[in-house]
């Protein structure tokens, strides 16, 4: 069975303006979030330094096919979880983990969790070092089937994984990162980088047929609410297709998303 769509994230996007991350947060805040003076200490992972200019010469074969998908970050295996890495405390009167991992020049990261299997009032959150920008709660909410989670992309070169437990809780969750992804070159703003790329006949990833209508076109103008709705999915560190989140007729807002077959492959 393809478990390709248990790990994907979703960027969604009006495909050359703002971008969000797409992940179901549960609400909250890193600890003392608005504490400019609030400085902890915990134990900070490193990766390898990434060779951009080899990088860049294999993207510069393979962004000539439409069908290959985007390539942005390459993707380090690692086995870091609660019991061999981070460091713990107590705050606020919960259990605090973090782990800090640094990339160096990386334009962005994120990470797939191996394990990410969360009791009741426990709660994970990632941000950057300079604590602008940050993706959670993640809860219990989020625990699927497969144990595993993937989370959304983050602009910067340096991560902070902060992990909470009540003390009812302690002990009961289970995290371990199993890839970090160093993103060297921009997915956030990717979108400008397709257009310089439109060269080809044939286009790199993005570049749409010639029968279709770019949504931000004039044309697209009675179409702006709806272009709301396009998402990009990510896959470790490639970018493979578009599709949009759609409604059922329950109206009930269970989070469908629709995008053709062929981009994840069948069961």
């Given at each position: ?17 703002t ?41 510069a ?24 890495s ?109 257009v ?9 990833f993005?570049?749409s ?59």
């Amino acid at each position: 069975m393809n478990h390709c769509k248990n790990i994907i994230s979703l960027l969604f996007a009006a495909l050359a303006t703002t971008v969000s991350l797409a992940q179901i947060s549960h609400g909250g805040f890193p600890v003392n979030w608005d504490d400019a003076t609030y400085n902890p200490t915990f134990e900070v992972k490193s990766m390898p330094v990434v060779d951009v200019v080899a990088a860049a010469a294999e993207d510069a074969v393979t962004d000539q096919f439409k069908d290959a998908p985007w390539r942005f970050g390459l993707e380090r295996e690692v086995e870091y979880n609660l019991e061999n890495s981070g460091t713990w405390s107590f705050e606020n009167g919960d259990h605090v983990w973090r782990l800090g991992v640094n990339c160096p020049e990386a334009l962005s990261v994120s990470f797939m969790l191996s394990t990410f299997d969360l009791p009741s009032e426990a709660a994970l959150y990632i941000y950057n070092s300079d604590r602008t920008a940050f993706l959670g709660s993640f809860t219990q909410e989020n625990n699927k089937e497969w144990g595993g989670l993937s989370l959304g992309v983050l602009d910067g070169s340096r991560m902070i994984l902060e992990y909470h437990e009540s003390p009812a809780s302690h002990g009961l969750g289970s995290i371990e990162i199993g890839t970090v992804v160093h993103g060297y070159r921009s997915l956030l703003n990717h979108q400008d980088a397709i257009v310089e790329e439109m060269t080809s006949r044939m286009g790199p990833f993005g570049n749409s047929g010639a029968c279709n209508v770019n949504v931000n076109c004039p044309e697209g103008a009675d179409w702006q609410t709806e272009k709301r709705s396009v998402a990009l999915i990510v896959n470790g560190g490639y970018a493979y297709c578009t599709g949009s989140l759609v409604n059922n007729t329950a109206n009930d807002a269970t989070p469908y998303f629709l995008t053709a077959n062929h981009c994840i492959g069948t069961p």
